[in-house]
C-alpha cells in the first residue's frame, strides 16, 4: 500500500479507533481525528467545507485527477497541509471527491500561493516549494506515490510564492522567493533558477542584482516560449527598482517594464501576474501600493495585451461598496484558459467577481466562500480556491441579488480534505469521542461527535477562541470568542442551546483588533469549583455563578502596554489547582502577573523574563499539586526563550528550551503531571518535542504526526491521551506512557 493510501485510511479509520488507556502495550503513533470535511448545516442546505487551499492543478489526460497545496496565510510563521490528490475530483457522489496527502514524510508542508506545478507533458512531474521552515523542494516523477526533497540546504528558511516549470525542460524551474521564515537564517529573496539532474540539483538567484534587497512575489512563463518570463519585485533597497520585470532570455537578464504601469515607489509589499494561456502576450497584474491597510485598501490592476510594452489600468469592481481586499494572501487573478478577455478577481470578502471584458466591466459570481485564487480544471471549469476549500463551476453565472451565495454553479469539491488550520481542542475529559475545536477561516465552532467527520455548532464561536467544558458535568460547556459580538456563551445541553454570558462585563476593554487570537487563552475554569471562571480583558473578570454575573477582580494589569499606549490586554490566564486564591496572567507587552488573595493584590513577577510584545506568554501550566510551581511557554525565538519554569511563583524563572531546535518556535505546551520528573510537551512549528528531564533534553515526540504548526494540546489523565490541535492537518491523539504503580 502506497503512502497516500496509508494517509486517506487514517483519516478514515483514525477518529473511530480510540485507544485503550489500559492497554499494556502503547503505541507511539498519532493518529488523526479528523476533521475529514466539516459538515455546514443551512437553509440552503448541507454543504462540507475543509481548510484553506492556496493552489489547484489538474492533470491535462484526466480531469478526475486533481492536486491542490494547503498553506496558512501569508506571514512569516508557516504551518500548512501539504500536498494532496485526487483521483475521482468530478464524481457525482454526495460524499465529494476521496483525498489523500502525499507528503507527510517531509520537513515542512508550508505549500504557499502559486507553489505547486506540474509538467503538462508528462503530468506525473510535479514540483512543490515548502515554505520554510526546514523548507525545500519536493519532486515527483510518479505523479505523488514518491518524492524527493530537494535544496533544503538552501531553502530550510526561505518563504516561496510561486514556481512555474521550464515547459520544454521539466528539469529546469523557477521559484519566487518571498522572504524568510520566522526564526530561520536570512535568505537573499528573488527569483530562483533551479537545475536539476540525475547528480543533484542547482539553484541561482537571477534577480539579486537586478533589484538588490528586493523579494520576488511572482513568476511566470510563456507556455510556448520559455525564454520569456516575467516577475513581480517588491521592497527593493532602491525603491525605483520595485515593480514588474521581464526577461527574454531564461532569466539572465530582465528589463523593468514601466509604460503606464506602477513602479518605484509606487509599489508596495506585493505585485501578482496571470498569463492568458491561450494568448500569453496578455498578462493581469495587481500591484498593491504602500498605502495599502485593512483600513485603506489600496490596489491597482492592469493588463498588457502585447507583452509588457503598453499596459491599460483595468476598472474597480463596483460591488461591495467598491472596496478592495487589502490581503495579499487573497490576491485573486486568474484567466480563462481559452479566451485572454475573461479575468476574475475579488473584491472585498467575500465577492468572487469576473469580467469579460479585460476588466472594464464586472460582475458578482459568489459570495458563499473568501476566494484566494482561480484556476482550472482540465475541461476548462473553474477551480475556485479558498479559506474553506475547492469549488468546480463549469458556468458560472451573474448573481442573482436575493441568492446569498448567488450562482448555484459552485460545487463543493472538498470532499475528506483534511487540512484544517485548528488553534486548540478541547475534548469531554469524561468522554474524548466528544469534543470541540476553534479553527481559522472557520465560520463557527467545529463539533467532534467521534466520527472523521465534523460539524459546525451553527451560530456558535468564530475562527478565533475557545471551548471550555466542566469536569464534572459535561453537559455544560463555555464558548469564548473575541470577534463575535455575544463573545462569552454556555450551553447546558452540551453544546446544542447556548446562552450569551456577559453581565456585568465592561465590553469596552474587548473592543478592537488587540482582542483576538493572541488572547484566545486568555479563559480558565477552576476545576475544584467549575461555577467559577476567570476571563482576561485589561483586568481579570471573574465570575461564581456559571456566568450569570461577572465582576472584576484588581486593577487594570498594565495601564500603558497595549497597542497605541493604552491598556494592555491579558493573554493567558491560569488558576492555581490547589490553591484557588492563586491565579497567573499574562499581557500583550509581555509582563507576567499573580496573585495570591484571590484579585485583591496583583504583583508584577517577570523578573528574568525576556520582556516586550515580540515575547508574550502564551500558556500558562500550574503544577496541580504545588501553586507556586509553574511553566510558562512564549512566543519569542530562540535567542529569547521559549519554555520557562517557576519553583516560587514567579520570584525566579530558569529557562527550559534550549534542546528545542532554534530554527522553531513554541506555539503551545502543556506538562504531564503523573509522573515524579513532570513530562513536558512543547508544540512548534513543525511538530510536538517532549522533556522528561525538566528541559535538559528534547526530542521530535511520537510518529507520522505531519510536520505543521501544533497550536495547542490538551492531555486526558484519565485515558493517557494527549491531543493536538494542529495549523493545517486538523486535530491528532497519541497514547501516553503508563506511570508505574
Not at 206 to 216: H, Q, R, Y
Not at 338 to 347: D, E, L, Q, T
Request: aromatic share 10%; with cysteine.
Amino acid at each position: 500500500m502506497n503512502k497516500a493510501a496509508v494517509g486517506l485510511m487514517l483519516l478514515m479509520v483514525g477518529a473511530a479507533a480510540f485507544l485503550d488507556a489500559q492497554s499494556a502495550e502503547r503505541s507511539t503513533i498519532w493518529t488523526s481525528l479528523g476533521p475529514a470535511g466539516l459538515l455546514h448545516v443551512t437553509t440552503n442546505g448541507r454543504t462540507v467545507v475543509s481548510g484553506r487551499v492556496d493552489i489547484a492543478v489538474s492533470d491535462p489526460r484526466d480531469a478526475n485527477v486533481m492536486y491542490v497545496g494547503t498553506n496558512v496565510g501569508g506571514g512569516t510563521v508557516l504551518g500548512g497541509g501539504g500536498v494532496w490528490k485526487t483521483t475521482n475530483y468530478l464524481t457525482t457522489d454526495p460524499a465529494g471527491p476521496t483525498w489523500a496527502p502525499l507528503t507527510d514524510d517531509f520537513p515542512s508542508l508550508s505549500i504557499f500561493g502559486k507553489s505547486l506545478a506540474l509538467y503538462p507533458d508528462n503530468p506525473d512531474i510535479l514540483y512543490a516549494a515548502a515554505s520554510g521552515p526546514d523548507g525545500g523542494i519536493l519532486k515527483t516523477v510518479d505523479a505523488g506515490a514518491h518524492w524527493e526533497y530537494l535544496l533544503g540546504d538552501v531553502f530550510s528558511s526561505a518563504l516561496f510564492s510561486a514556481l512555474v516549470i521550464n515547459p520544454n525542460d521539466p528539469n529546469i524551474v523557477y521559484v519566487a522567493v518571498r522572504g524568510t521564515a520566522a526564526a530561520g537564517s536570512p535568505v537573499v529573496g528573488g527569483v530562483y533558477r533551479l537545475t536539476f539532474t540525475n547528480t543533484g540539483a542547482s539553484s541561482q538567484n537571477l534577480t539579486a542584482e537586478v533589484a538588490p534587497g528586493s523579494v520576488a512575489t511572482e513568476v511566470v512563463i510563456d507556455p510556448t516560449n520559455p525564454l520569456v518570463l516575467y516577475a513581480g519585485l517588491v521592497r527593493a533597497t532602491d525603491t525605483t527598482k520595485n515593480g514588474v520585470y521581464q526577461s527574454l532570455d531564461g532569466g539572465d537578464n530582465w528589463q523593468l517594464l514601466t509604460n503606464h504601469l506602477l513602479n518605484g515607489s509606487e509599489v508596495g509589499d506585493w505585485i501578482a501576474l496571470a498569463m492568458a494561456p491561450s494568448l500569453p502576450q496578455t498578462i493581469y497584474t495587481t500591484i498593491f501600493k504602500p498605502d495599502n491597510s485593512s483600513s485603506n485598501p489600496s490596489l491597482q490592476r492592469f493588463v498588457t495585451t502585447d507583452a509588457g510594452n503598453n499596459w491599460s489600468m483595468l476598472k474597480p469592481p463596483p460591488m461591495a461598496n467598491g472596496k478592495q481586499d487589502y490581503r495579499n494572501w487573497h490576491v485573486v487573478l486568474g484567466v480563462d484558459p481559452k479566451v485572454p478577455n475573461v479575468v476574475y478577481a475579488n473584491a472585498t470578502e467575500p465577492f468572487f467577481i469576473r469580467s469579460t471584458d479585460f476588466g472594464q466591466t464586472w460582475a458578482t459570481l459568489y459570495r458563499c466562500e473568501d476566494p484566494v485564487n482561480a484556476y482550472f480544471d482540465s475541461t476548462g471549469a473553474l477551480a475556485l480556491v479558498g479559506d474553506r476549500g475547492i469549488h468546480r463551476a463549469v458556468a458560472p453565472t451573474d448573481c442573482v441579488p436575493q441568492d446569498p451565495c448567488c450562482s448555484p454553479a459552485f460545487v463543493s469539491r472538498q470532499g475528506n480534505l483534511g487540512n484544517f488550520l485548528f488553534y486548540n481542542v478541547t475534548l469531554d475529559p469524561r468522554n474524548p469521542r466528544s469534543g470541540f475545536g476553534v479553527g481559522q477561516d472557520q465560520l463557527y465552532l467545529a463539533k467532534f461527535t467521534g466520527a472523521p467527520r465534523w460539524s459546525y455548532v451553527e451560530g456558535i464561536g468564530f475562527e478565533f477562541g475557545k471551548v471550555l467544558i466542566d469536569p464534572h458535568d459535561p453537559s455544560i460547556v463555555y464558548s469564548l470568542a473575541p470577534l463575535r459580538q455575544t463573545f462569552v456563551t454556555r450551553s447546558t445541553d452540551g453544546g446544542t442551546q447556548w446562552t450569551a454570558i456577559s453581565n456585568g462585563i465592561d465590553t469596552h476593554e474587548f473592543e478592537g483588533t488587540g482582542f483576538r487570537e493572541a488572547t484566545s487563552n486568555a479563559i480558565a475554569l477552576d476545576e475544584h469549583r467549575p461555577s467559577r471562571l476567570v476571563l482576561g480583558g485589561q483586568r481579570v473578570w471573574q465570575t461564581l455563578d456559571r456566568g450569570a454575573n461577572w465582576t472584576h477582580i484588581g486593577r487594570v494589569l498594565s495601564p500603558m502596554g497595549g497597542t497605541g499606549g493604552g491598556p494592555a490586554m491579558i493573554t493567558a490566564i491560569a488558576i492555581a489547582p490547589s490553591q484557588r486564591d492563586t491565579i497567573y496572567a499574562a499581557t500583550e507587552d509581555g509582563r507576567f502577573f499573580a496573585t495570591f488573595d484571590g484579585g485583591s493584590n496583583w504583583l508584577e513577577r517577570d523578573q528574568g523574563l525576556p520582556l516586550g510584545p515580540a515575547n508574550v506568554t502564551v500558556n500558562i501550566v500550574i503544577d496541580p499539586a504545588h501553586p507556586d510551581r509553574v511553566f510558562i511557554q512564549t512566543s519569542g525565538l530562540a535567542a529569547q526563550g521559549r519554555v520557562w519554569m517557576t519553583n516560587d511563583g514567579g520570584s525566579s524563572w530558569s529557562r527550559l528550551d534550549a534542546g528545542v531546535p532554534t530554527n522553531l518556535l513554541v506555539l503551545s505546551l502543556t506538562v504531564d503531571w503523573r509522573f515524579r520528573h513532570p513530562i513536558l510537551y512543547a508544540g512548534t512549528t513543525r511538530g510536538v518535542f517532549s522533556s522528561s528531564d525538566l528541559g535538559m533534553n528534547w526530542s521530535l515526540f511520537g510518529q507520522d504526526l505531519p510536520r505543521t504548526m501544533v497550536m495547542g494540546f490538551q492531555i486526558l489523565p484519565k485515558d493517557g491521551i494527549l491531543v493536538a490541535a494542529t495549523f493545517g492537518r486538523g486535530v491528532y491523539q497519541i497514547p501516553l506512557r503508563i506511570p508505574r504503580r
